[in-house]
């Protein structure tokens, strides 16, 4: 059996390699990342099989939780830990024709302590290092926001920082406040004495974590650092963003909510959230002139979507909203990427230039193509059957409540669809003329359409897919226990 | 192996062959042909497998999905399968040399694919599934052509979008009112549900079957939508894709829903669902026809047509009766053939002087003598006067709405009709009879190939009209497999205890009448010949500032009479919403201000109001 702490120690090892050994390797370190994706993909595979008959549980240090540090591996941390590392394997590929300049291996550094926050905040059995991992998550999601130097991504990322910094805060009290209350900081440990807390401490614990986490998670309106940074950042960093680490910080929220607070009463104004969220995002989208800005908004709606189905109550809203988080991965990155090269090829950030550039770059056209319409959830893509699924478990609770917000979630997607068909229109304007553009190189492409495989083909594997986010939701609905882990 | 599969195999093959030779127009053009005379051939045939299911090989929710043929869609997918081929046939020499048709003919053949998915499938997801792969191609479609095309397919997209999502919420909810996507399980189960939640859900499907058939109000994308495309895709379009709505609405009105269901749905007396659905038919019957006479463009006017004869297919069905319900299917039928027939001869002058301005042509009848037949059989049909076959058709409507005490719905039909004789006498009129502009001189005839579609379809609009009998066999067919009544056909005609016709008296009597007419015409003497070249300018002179052309402004003095009761409502009503829209975005654009400072009262506010609401919730 492979030890699920690769998924943390590789990258974050690699990490530190790359910098020391950086002044004679130069931009060959890139490399090493490559290895250390390449590894982390292939760890998380072989988890896969492993945790659907058991979940893991890995003790740091020879100490026995609650007062040691453990790593626990359910299917919910092998289905992220995939998601995280393959879509990682897939951006860095991008990365490698997308970045340039000498100081590449400060930006591989950065990438490779993301995905180590990422991996390590679906994976860790300990509040305290859910923090911890948090922070190394923000932190290199700030530095890489504005790694291109430029002034509107500097802007962004000071933005990002401040309100990163508010949420981290909240986070920390929440974390102390636990300690306080609870006496302990292991999740197990905490899901069973967290009903013996006082409720109005309840409350306040509560209120800080979801708060705090909420920035990170982009939910409308913690969600204000979101446009600027996902627009100003380099694509490939946007792509990983908007792909997970959003998606990463929800999943926690959702995880806490469910299984270990196992406040369940609160989810109705969660899905109230959700779905202002929703709409805020695709009709704030509508108007962007800026492709990146357009792309930020409508993730900023998908995650709306998302913690709508998560908050349904029923392990057919988290498995629905699973899916929908691995449509939403797989096609936003393609737009993203996509939208690198447009960028990088014509210098212009606005919709309005890339008139006629299908004509151009046909291959980059038509993956944004096939990225819109599975965001859209057009048959017979992946998204459509994500997006299905969200809806039947909304009308499966038979709610009035959950039927109108259905129809708000719909009349999103209308929104969502005219300002995504409006791109396109322009993109394939027969009369429009970009001048002497060049399609993009082949690795992107290549990564972009790894990406396209899995929408086009998601559908085959449907039932496979469906028992994994299965196994997921209902590890999610159940209530940790500390005897359980052990 | 079932045809079914055969015939979306075929048109799915024929999808990835014209990808695949994107390059060679020739190749696209001979797979086309081939593939759908392949699938014309397998949809006639279909017959002997009428009954019969199949499955996907693949479970939603656990349920199974698939194909069924019964005989509703085996009416509808010859239909879509002939009318295909002789679209290809036509456009052989048609597209030759237009730009932008590389994706001619894989856009026609996806959207071909669409449809038969839609029509064949027998479970709500599958329906689902082709619908909006129907919808994504017709917007491929209409984005092809001209230069405002896309503006236009933009409009239809979000009309169809739309509608998309209405249909997804009616599919879903379905399925968790009832546990199930088939169609069967749903018709057995239909019964359990309470009145509101039975019109509710049935207003859903309704309503986004609409906008897929053009039902007013919400037809306004389909004018612009249809007529800046290619003209062989106006045709085609006009033809069936507007239909596919129809079928729609007849599968879930009588198939799903069945006839007992929708009459419990009674608001007053005889205020019930079939009767408001039979208002907004006749408005679709009447108000577009008379915009059709503000046209001054071929293509736009048989468009606005389209619409409008959507209404009447909608109230013979909304009519309830056996008669109506024949009526209304019957008419699809023959409107596709005659519209298409319409459209094609208007296709061949735009393929000779390069344009459809009603303003501009005229006088043509000696130089394209078949097409000018062609538009004439074409325009006496959608006219609605015997011996075409529309006239049989609109003659059963008329009756079931008499007959059913539906009087001011039988008004609105005839004043429908009396639109349409005024406009399709301008469209002849400006484009074959007066004067000849010089300019046209030379033109010459169409070719063969794109005379042979005209010339099948005349016989079909000629032949139904004398022999309604041949599409009233398997009309009755569908009725009885829908748990309606049939209509007791003979091969002229009907006969029933109300009342009978034959098309064979009906139509002596009208060309006698037309003999007639013509010999007072003949003995009459204030008759002048001139010729097509004289310009008789009442002693005015002539230069070419002056439009001097009976065609220009061709109804001026009618649009004079008309005009105070435009009041362009619905378009006022689309821009309202598109501002509103625009309006809230704009104002949501404005939460993210770019300053740091309001984001962190943001973050103050959320925190403060979470506590609020949470403290009640726990």
Do not use: C
């Not at chain 2, 052989?92 to 003919?105: A, V």
Request: charged share 10%.
């Amino acid at each position: 059996m492979v030890n699920p702490i690769l998924l943390i120690i590789v990258p974050l090892g690699t990490a530190f390699l790359i910098s020391l050994t950086a002044s004679f390797l130069k931009n060959s370190t890139k490399y090493l990342a490559l290895l250390a994706m390449i590894a982390n993909v292939w760890v998380s595979i072989k988890l896969l099989p492993a945790v659907m008959q058991h979940p893991i549980n890995v003790v740091i240090a020879g100490v026995k939780p609650p007062l040691g540090i453990n790593l626990f591996v359910g299917p919910l941390g092998a289905v992220f830990s995939i998601l995280i590392s393959a879509a990682g394997l897939l951006i860095l590929l991008y990365s490698f024709k997308y970045i340039e300049g000498d100081s590449q291996h400060k930006y591989y550094t950065l990438f490779l302590l993301l995905i180590t926050g990422s991996h390590g905040m679906i994976l860790t059995g300990d509040v305290f290092n859910l923090f911890v991992f948090f922070e190394i998550l923000a932190i290199s999601s700030y530095i890489l926001v504005g790694y291109e130097g430029k002034r509107n991504g500097l802007e962004a990322a000071v933005k990002y920082l401040i309100l990163g910094s508010i949420g981290s805060i909240l986070i920390l009290v929440a974390v102390a406040l636990i300690y306080q209350e609870a006496g302990t900081l292991n999740m197990a440990d905490l899901a069973d004495k967290f009903g013996m807390i006082d409720p109005s401490k309840r409350l306040m614990i509560l209120v800080f974590f979801i708060t705090g986490m909420g920035v990170e998670a982009a939910v409308f309106p913690l969600n204000s650092w979101l446009p600027d940074a996902h627009s100003s950042a380099p694509s490939s960093i946007s792509a990983m963003l908007s792909g997970f680490v959003i998606e990463v910080a929800l999943i926690i929220i959702v995880k806490f909510v469910y299984s270990i607070f196992a406040m369940t009463e609160i989810l109705g104004f969660l899905s109230l959230v959700a779905v202002i969220t929703l709409l805020v995002g695709e009709f704030a989208a509508y108007k962007q002139s800026n492709i990146k800005r357009v792309l930020a908004y409508s993730s900023i709606g998908q995650i709306g979507l998302i913690l709508f189905a998560m908050s349904l109550n029923s392990t057919d809203g988290l498995n629905a909203g699973l899916m929908q988080i691995i449509n939403h991965t797989a096609s936003k990155s393609i737009l993203f990427l996509v939208a690198g090269f447009l960028i990088v090829r014509t210098g212009s950030y606005q919709i309005s230039d890339y008139r006629g550039i299908a004509k151009k770059m046909p291959v980059s056209a038509f993956f944004f193509v096939v990225g819109v319409l599975s965001l859209l959830g057009v048959p017979p893509f992946f998204g459509f059957f994500s997006k299905l699924s969200v809806v039947m478990a909304a009308l499966h609770t038979g709610s009035v409540f959950n039927t109108v917000m259905v129809f708000l979630v719909l009349l999103g997607t209308i929104i969502e669809s005219i300002y995504f068909l409006r791109i396109i229109q322009i993109m394939y304007n027969r009369e429009g003329d970009v001048g002497s553009v060049k399609e993009a190189p082949f690795l992107p492409l290549l990564a972009i359409a790894a990406f396209t495989v899995v929408i086009l083909a998601g559908f085959l594997v449907l039932p496979q897919i469906t028992g994994y986010t299965g196994s997921v939701a209902s590890e999610i609905v159940r209530k940790m226990q500390m005897a359980q882990v052990f | 192996m079932s045809i079914v599969w055969i015939l979306l195999n075929i048109a799915l093959a024929g999808v990835v062959l014209n990808v695949l030779f994107s390059k060679s127009k020739i190749v696209q053009k001979y797979v086309s042909l081939l593939v759908f005379a392949g699938l014309t051939y397998f949809s006639f045939i279909m017959y002997s497998q009428v009954g019969e299911h199949f499955d996907f090989p693949l479970q939603i929710a656990g349920q199974s999905i698939g194909f069924t043929i019964t005989w509703l869609n085996y009416y509808f997918g010859i239909m879509i399968t002939g009318i295909s081929l002789l679209t290809v046939i036509f456009s052989l020499k048609y597209m030759e040399g237009k730009d932008g048709s590389t994706n001619y003919y894989t856009v026609l053949t996806l959207k071909t694919f669409g449809m038969l998915g839609v029509i064949f499938s027998s479970d709500l997801i599958t329906f689902f599934v082709f619908w909006e792969i129907m919808s994504w191609s017709t917007f491929a479609l209409m984005s092809t052509g001209g230069k405002e095309a896309p503006k236009s397919a933009f409009k239809y997209f979000v009309f169809a979008i739309t509608a998309s999502m209405i249909l997804m919420a009616g599919v879903v909810l379905s399925y968790s009112l009832f546990g199930s996507f088939d169609f069967t399980v749903i018709h057995g189960k239909i019964g359990t549900l309470s009145l509101s939640m039975t019109g509710f859900l049935l207003s859903i499907f309704i309503v986004s079957f609409s906008v897929e058939s053009a039902v007013f109000p919400v037809h306004s994308w389909l004018p612009d939508g249809y007529s800046n495309t290619f003209t062989t895709f106006t045709a085609y379009l006009s033809g069936i894709s507007t239909r596919i709505g129809i079928y729609g609405i007849i599968l879930f009105l009588f198939g799903i829903f069945g006839m007992q269901t929708i009459d419990k749905l009674s608001i007053i007396g005889k205020i019930n669902f079939r009767y408001i659905f039979g208002v907004f038919a006749a408005l679709t019957m009447v108000v577009p026809t008379f915009t059709a006479l503000y046209q001054h463009d071929a293509k736009k006017l048989i468009a606005w047509h389209s619409v409008g004869q959507g209404g009447y297919m909608l109230i013979g069905l909304a009519s309830g009766s056996a008669l109506g319900i024949a009526g209304g299917m019957f008419h699809v039928l023959n409107h596709m053939a005659y519209v298409v027939l319409i459209v094609f001869a208007i296709a061949s002058v735009e393929h000779r002087t390069g344009t459809t301005n009603l303003n501009k042509l005229g006088g043509l009848i000696k130089k394209m003598p078949v097409s000018y037949l062609a538009l004439l059989f074409g325009i006496i049909g959608l006219a609605g006067l015997p011996p075409m076959n529309g006239f049989v058709s609109k003659w059963f409507i008329y009756r079931a709405l008499i007959l059913g005490g539906y009087p001011f719905l039988a008004i609105a039909a005839v004043i429908g009709t009396l639109g349409t004789i005024l406009s399709v006498y301008k469209l002849i009129h400006n484009m074959f009879l007066g004067q000849l502009p010089e300019r046209y001189n030379n033109v010459k005839e169409v070719g063969f190939s794109m005379q042979l579609p005209m010339w099948i379809l005349m016989i079909v609009v000629l032949g139904l009209g004398i022999f309604p009998g041949v599409a009233m066999g398997l009309i009755a067919k569908i009725q009885i497999s829908l748990g309606l009544a049939a209509v007791p056909y003979s091969l002229h005609g009907i006969q029933t205890a109300s009342g009978q016709l034959n098309m064979m008296v009906v139509g002596a009597l009208f060309m006698g009448g037309l003999l007639v007419a013509w010999i007072i015409y003949l003995l009459g003497s204030r008759r002048k010949h001139i010729s097509q070249y004289n310009n008789y300018a009442a002693g005015n002179f002539l230069d070419k500032n002056v439009a001097y052309n009976f065609n220009y402004e061709f109804y001026a003095a009618m649009e004079h009479v008309i005009d105070p009761y435009r009041k362009k409502i619905i378009q006022r009503t689309e821009q309202g919403i598109a501002g509103l829209t625009d309006a809230v975005s704009e104002y949501v654009r404005r939460i993210y201000t770019g300053m740091i400072n309001t984001y962190g009262i943001y973050v103050i506010t959320a925190f403060i109001v979470t506590i609020i609401i949470l403290k009640e919730l726990i």
